[in-house]
């Protein structure tokens, strides 16, 4: 192992925790060792030179949360590949087989033979050109393992450790027991040795007194190996502690046995085992990769590249880190500082409540706590959208790279100083297959684990021939390499796939927010909320650490839909843009940009601009410059978008503007697909801060659809007009949506409100089924009551026929509240309302006054009229005249309304002589609703031979509502010759859309307006 990247700490002081150790940064890690009470890290410089590559090892001891150099390692000739670590001795094992030891020779511990110790690191004799690819070290003895398969022990075997037949041996020996298996993993225990063979099985030997040995049994100590066939699976792993064993299948499944004083076996208790047990907490959640067993508890990582650790956490004597701050296992009742099972160490980060991206490839235990690296990898890419053709500045994030700051800021005149990231040859590989694709390009280290680089052109290579048909988008690993190429970040373990990539096409809905029957549904929609939800954040933090190559759209968005929004925001727009189907959208920005106008032509409404108000507030103002300012500040707002599940483009939300600044800016959007560059084409756009002010008219009769004018505030031309109706809350109808339409020549918007009339006869069919039922209630009382039940069932009765005699349906004077869109989705809040007045019913017109100031004489009766039979036939009486300005009048007997609309509609016709009436034209007369009494009928002439008292004039005088207008007046010179002007064919209307007829009348003759009038009116 030799990479850059991050040294994490657990021991007593760490609280349980994986604490990084900045003393290692800018340092490549060569090798991580522990053993019993002390580890060790070997580094060295990343920069490529010949003083540099010297390598440095550091140690840390017991508790000790710094790490101490150990300059005795410079004595070793050659790379350090291993380092194993006993009570009172080391060995080292370099890159070219070469084994090292130094320290106490007690019980022949070093190999050289003899008693004498050696303060410095020295080759083993006999090991001289056995090419040793393993070594491995207890408290007092050592184990070697060549190339060809040998295994060499010496030191101490009391207990029969070393595998030889001899209890003490002062240099390697040959052990014969323990070649034949072809050990290619051996980890040595305080008394018992762990092998793995060849054929992936475990081999034990040594001391048994706690079942270490998984042989089912407690025995003597044994020099000869003993397989145990009661593991399942292949093994890929094994590791020895104290007094317990642990083994780890191909299958990610692990294995242990022996004293479980502390939970270190993590299975949920105390008991030692004599036989290998599956830990079944493990089983379906994590996969381990490996394992390391201490003296009191075993630490695991896992497939994630997490730490799990089960039976005592680290901890010191003098620590100040209380028990309560330490894992636990959450419903659990361990013993104090103790997990039974496995639990999840957490990563620390130097700064506080961050989230660490560290990925752990080695773990090395001891005693007193463990030792973790973590490579650098590669964990996030910005942005990680790039186009075929290249040059996109992308910038990948990469976990423990050197980087230094500058010691100083430097002058004008010094010259540059040259820090560790400038020293470094960094190349950045883009790797993808199917389609294939393997280019290096030249990077920088421009921040800390930051790496920029400039995307290269990919269009010729198999990948970017595919993507550049447009319907694809394909995933290329990032691989960064610090050393010139000779080791690089490894590749992902997993990446999203296109299919992916659609659970992060659009934000989620909230399905819990809805109402759920019972408290088990809801838990259920719950979790499965929570499963989408985190399902899509792994598929978009997995997609954001490779780079996405795509086909790029040249000419940007085609247009927007809808293209206007209001200030309040909240509208959801579709950019219409040819893009790949599947693609990462977390970097998708649709940008509002607001530019500033620099006039309105309205200077009233200029001076309320936030520009000109900051500078008329100002003590001497330039009003020349005032001229050619802005009105506002230029202004961008982005936001996220996301993909269309059609295929069509991008949709996004729109954000909320300033409502007193949305007059002084003219708008457009533009797209961006990585979240900087923005496609070259800027679409119109539109922002209205939209007000109903009124309704002309605002009434109209239930039967009858009635075209209606919105009258408006802040209004602007869009492409879509949509009204919505809402309806009284205890009717229980839902809103309406009816089409507007825009009206170019007098920029008016108007709509026809629909009729009632289904929803009048249902519930007027409705109320004649309820009279009926109480009608049946009250014909058949019930047995027993005595009639008591009678009186209110005809009263109940009484009520619901006066309902059902309402022709309306009791819908007359309903209020409908009318809100306008301008872009089919966000509309008003002004709760303007119209009113459905009931049928109307129209009485015959009459003539209720004369003009203003117009007096009109009554015929007087002819004296020498003769009289009796032979007097002659009395004539027809004249028609009904009017003059310009006479006070007509309709009653309405029915549907009466408060109107400021109303209007009486008559025809006016011409008659030469006995000719037909010919028609002149079609005149509505505005309307009003008036009060007044009934007119009293004409008395009949007095009979002089039988004279009669007048009649009692009445006490209380009724009224009537009228619908009165003033007759029109036409021109003399606008009639044909001779002809004589009449009015007919009237009708009444409350809102002036929706007429109802009089009852026919012979015609009203109306006198033009003579001459003299008109003169006077010019």
Known sequence: MIASGEVFLLNGETSGELKPQPCFLNRNIRVLAAGLDRAYVACESPVKSEEARQCQVLCYRGDASEPVPCPEFDAIEGRIRQIAIGSNHLLVLTYEGVVYSRGSAAYGCLGHGGAKDAPEFLPVPALRGKQVKIVAAGPMYSVAVTHDGDVYSWGQAFQGETGLFSAVEAVPRFAPAVTPFRVTEISCGHGHVLARTEGQQVISWGENTCGQLGLGQKCKPTYKPQVLDSIPSQIGMVSAGWAHSVAVGTDGRVYTWGLNSHGQLGLGDTATRMVPHLVHELVNVHQVESVQAAKTFTVFRTSAKRALLCGQVPCSPNSQVSPEFVPRRPGEKDPTGCLLSPVALNIATPTPMGKSYSELSDIAAFDKGALAFATSTVHRVEPNLAPSHGGTV????????????????RSANETAEVLIQDTIPVMVRLKGSAPNLDVVVPG????????????????????????????????????????????????????????????????????????????????????????????????????????????WPSDGPAHVEPCASPVGGGTEILLHCNLPSRMPTERLTVKFVCTPLLSLGDPALEATAPLRREVNDMILPNHDMLATMPLAMPLEVPVCGWLDLGGRGVRCVTPPLDAESVKFYAYSVELSLDGRAFLPRALPFAVFDLKVTGLEPNLGPLNDGTEVVIRTDGFVQTDIQRVRLDFPKDLGWPSKLVPAAYDHTTGDVSFVMPDLAAEVRQRAEEDRAMVAALSSQVAEPEAGADGGDAPAAAADAEVAAATAADPDGGLGGLEVFVELSLNGQNFTEDRIHFTYHSQLVAGALEVLAPPEGVVIEQPKEDPKAKKGKGAAVEEPPAAVQAMAGSKLGAELRAGAAETAFAAIRAELVTKV??????????????????????????????????????????????????????????????????????????????????????????????????????????
């Open 394 to 409: 992308v910038q990948a994030f990469v976990t423990g790279l050197p980087f230094e700051r500058p010691r100083r800021k």
């Open 444 to 551: 920088k280290i421009v921040d800390v684990d930051t790496v920029e680089f400039i995307t290269p052109d990919v269009a010729q290579s198999p990948l970017g021939c595919v993507v550049e048909q447009g319907t694809t988008t394909a995933a290329v690993q990032l691989r960064i390499s610090i050393d010139g190429g000779f080791t690089w970040t490894p590749d992902r373990t997993s990446a999203p796939t296109a299919a992916d990539l659609d659970m992060t096409a659009r934000p989620l809905e909230k399905t819990s927010a809805k109402k759920k029957s019972n408290m088990q549904t809801g838990l259920k929609h719950f979790k499965g909320e929570f499963e989408a939800i985190r399902h899509a954040q792994n598929c978009a933090d997995l997609g954001s650490m490779v780079l996405w190559i795509t086909r």
């Open 913 to 1018: 002589g006995d000719e037909e009436p010919q028609p002149f034209k079609v005149v509505d007369m505005p309307a009003t609703l008036e009060l007044l009494p009934v007119r009293a009928p004409t008395p009949p002439p007095p009979d002089p031979k039988n004279p009669a008292p007048p009649p009692p004039a009445a006490e209380d005088q009724q009224m009537r509502d009228m619908l009165v207008a003033f007759a029109p007046g036409v021109r003399f010179e606008d009639l044909p010759e001779g002809a004589a002007l009449f009015m007919r064919a009237f009708q009444v209307s409350l809102n002036g859309k929706c007429f109802v007829a009089c009852p026919e009348l012979p015609p009203v003759k109306l006198e033009p307006l003579p001459k003299e009038a008109v003169a006077q009116e010019g």
